[in-house]
């Protein structure tokens, strides 16, 4: 069997970056930059006030100057000059007027009306914001592959981006099968289990950038899974849910080689999510056959899926953060395949800590309720002991 490290390769080798399109910025949130953002104009665009205070001359202080403006935020730069013995107030954003080479904080003035009593000294610069001090005019605002934040979308804004290149959102389909699953709205049967998976696969789908296309339920059956998969190879990615390891119903994996899906891979040395099927249909749709057991199926998605996903948006760093973290509690295991163990993480004294769930069955969906790592724990570790040292893939970091 691959190992996950050589698993990842594979797929990243038959994975292609998607073309670029324009959206409006307000819905560029979450999407991934197509291309370098230069700036066109300075920020801040002038001199301005960092303080309510008064707009000085540092050499004329300390002492008594006269007040000759008051300087609002929003008028234009140069309405006034400060000559010597002079003083303006000014607030908080408005130009710093000629002349003047310092702001001095409101409650640093003894402000008499006509004149400001400023009794200690001043440094020049002290209190403005430069023009060009954040972005400077050519300025590599933002880097291409770069994931578009609160913090991007707002600087995009302040440079008058009204358009952003992005990476075009790959359409994933998102296929369950199994005579047992029923959808969610009907009340499930003797043996039928809810379709949780179809739920919770989209979910990631939409956190990875990508766009669910829900496929429905395939029985038991192969020619309706071929028809259910040939419409899922029309799109960029297809997932299957169930169906690929070796029972008498497992029929997604030959249904696949039926449609012309050349299978890279067949199982990783991975717990959970041994049975993965990776391969590319001539159509070029990238095919992932996901393990039918919930969990199994979230965690596969987790290290495969999802940064596959973002590098086709053109992402400069798919992979989730890693950092190490102490594992609070005991933790069985036997060499022979990698472990993602769930855990929660809290801080301890400035380091992370780790406490596995103690519920870690593939099929238990509660077990990934409040999931803030897996802990990665390599094919040829045995046991973990509380207070050991392992690294731990970051689920809730960006």
């Excluded at 992005?166 to 005579?179: A, E, F």
């Excluded at 959970?272 to 095919?287: I, N, Q, S, W, Y």
């Excluded at 803030?372 to 040292?389: I, K, N, T």
């Amino acid at each position: 069997m691959l190992t996950v490290k050589d698993a990842a390769a594979r797929i990243r080798a038959k994975t292609t970056r998607l073309p670029a399109e324009s959206v409006a910025l307000g819905s560029a949130d979450g999407r991934v930059l197509a291309r370098d953002v230069v700036s066109r104009r300075a920020l801040p665009p002038f001199d301005n006030s960092a303080m309510d205070g008064f707009a000085v001359r540092a050499a004329d202080l300390p002492g008594t100057l006269a007040v000759v403006a008051t300087i609002a935020a929003g008028q234009p730069p140069g309405a006034v000059d400060i000559g010597p013995g002079q003083a303006a107030r000014i607030m908080t954003g408005a130009p710093v007027p000629p002349g003047a080479d310092a702001v001095v904080m409101k409650e640093d003035a003894d402000d008499r009306g006509d004149a400001v009593h400023i009794a200690g000294p001043a440094r020049p610069g002290q209190h403005i914001r430069r023009a060009g001090e954040d972005v400077a005019v050519g300025d590599v605002a933002l880097a291409a592959g770069l994931r578009l934040g609160p913090g991007e979308i707002g600087l995009l804004a302040a440079l008058g981006c009204t358009e952003v290149p992005v990476g075009r959102r790959p359409r994933v389909g998102i296929l369950s099968t199994g005579d047992e699953l029923v959808d969610v709205d009907v009340e499930p049967g003797p043996g039928q289990i809810v379709n949780s998976n179809a739920y919770a696969l989209a979910a990631q789908v939409r956190e990875a950038g990508g766009e669910p296309v829900a496929l429905g339920i395939a029985p038991d059956d192969a020619g309706a899974i071929r028809d259910h998969l040939a419409r899922g190879l029309a799109l960029d990615v297809l997932c299957t849910s169930g169906g690929v390891s070796v029972g008498d119903y497992d029929l997604v994996k030959p249904c696949l080689e039926q449609l012309g899906v050349s299978l890279t891979f067949w199982k990783v040395a991975m717990k959970p999510g041994k049975p993965l099927a990776f391969g590319v249909a001539p159509t070029g749709t990238l095919v992932f056959g996901l393990p039918g057991n919930p969990v199994s199926s979230m965690v596969v998605f987790e290290l495969f899926v999802r940064p596959t996903l973002l590098y086709m948006q053109g992402s400069a760093s798919p992979e989730r953060r890693r950092a190490p973290v102490t594992v609070t509690a005991d933790y069985a295991k036997k060499p022979g395949r990698a472990h993602y163990v769930r855990a929660a993480l809290r801080d301890r004294d400035g380091e992370l800590a780790a406490t596995p769930n103690p519920r870690q069955g593939s099929g238990m969906l509660r077990s990934m309720v409040g999931v803030d790592a897996l802990l990665e724990l390599d094919a040829d570790r045995g046991d973990v002991r509380a207070g050991d040292r392992v690294p731990a893939l970051l689920l809730l970091a960006r």
